[in-house]
T-cell receptor
């Protein structure tokens, strides 16, 4: 069965810390995505990647960076966490030319204190 | 810019009653259209999608959706709701620039509660 795994379900960090959110997919998908989900705002795209070492900004990239050194892993980095980055973070992947279906991880609830 | 509107933030229906969740999109051409469901504490799961052809699409869990070009709508329906359908539902659109890679624009979601 298809699987997208996010390394942490809950994470608590302090303001100014560098935070890494990890996502791994086992489906050999080319495309990977990071969204944040906030009540009343739905899902907003932060960054996505079409291939290893490639990245594209989404709608809200400010304060974030990403890394994709291997096809199966897509990391979201908060260089200096701030309280307004407290949110649910969802990773997703899709197959190129594979009917656009997104497969989602279960999410990481990040609290920045 | 493309946008997706889900006018209802929260809907409550009785178990066994019919359901319709509304979704309108703003886009110059007919985009790809999706409905996803998110159960509490879970990621999103695809219910159904529309690319072209028959405007009534069937999905999983007994859901269906109808694409109406004239109304720029893609409403989700279910004839008889079950308590396990309580979840948040997201409508999404795929912008068709730059090729198709699953980069979706999501609505803000409609939370469904089911009364026994």
């Amino acid at each position: 069965d298809v699987k997208v795994t996010q390394s942490s379900r809950y994470l608590v960090k302090r303001t100014g810390e560098k935070v890494f959110l990890e996502c791994v997919q086992d489906m050999d998908h080319e495309n990977m995505f990071w969204y944040r989900q906030d009540p009343g705002l739905g899902l907003r795209l932060i960054y996505f990647s079409y291939d290893v070492k490639m990245k594209e900004k989404g709608d809200i990239p400010e304060g974030y960076s990403v890394s994709r050194e291997k096809k199966e892993r897509f990391s979201l980095i908060l260089e200096s966490a701030s309280t307004n980055q407290t949110s649910m973070y969802l990773c997703a992947s899709s197959l190129d030319g594979g009917d656009e279906k997104l497969f989602f991880g279960s999410g990481t609830q990040l609290s920045v204190l | 810019a493309q946008s997706v509107t889900q006018p209802d933030i929260h809907i409550t229906v009785s178990e066994g009653a019919s359901l319709e969740l509304r979704c309108n999109y703003s886009y110059g051409a007919t985009p790809y259209l999706f409905w996803y469901v998110q159960s509490p504490g879970q990621g999103l799961q695809l219910l159904l999608k529309y690319f072209s052809g028959d405007t009534l699409v069937q999905g999983i869990k007994g859901f269906e959706a109808e694409f109406k070009r004239s109304q720029s709508s893609f409403n989700l329906r279910k004839p008889s709701v079950h308590w396990s359908d309580a979840a948040e539902y997201f409508c999404a659109v795929e912008p068709l620039y730059g090729g198709s890679q699953g980069n979706l624009i999501f609505g803000k979601g409609t939370k469904l509660s089911v009364k026994p």
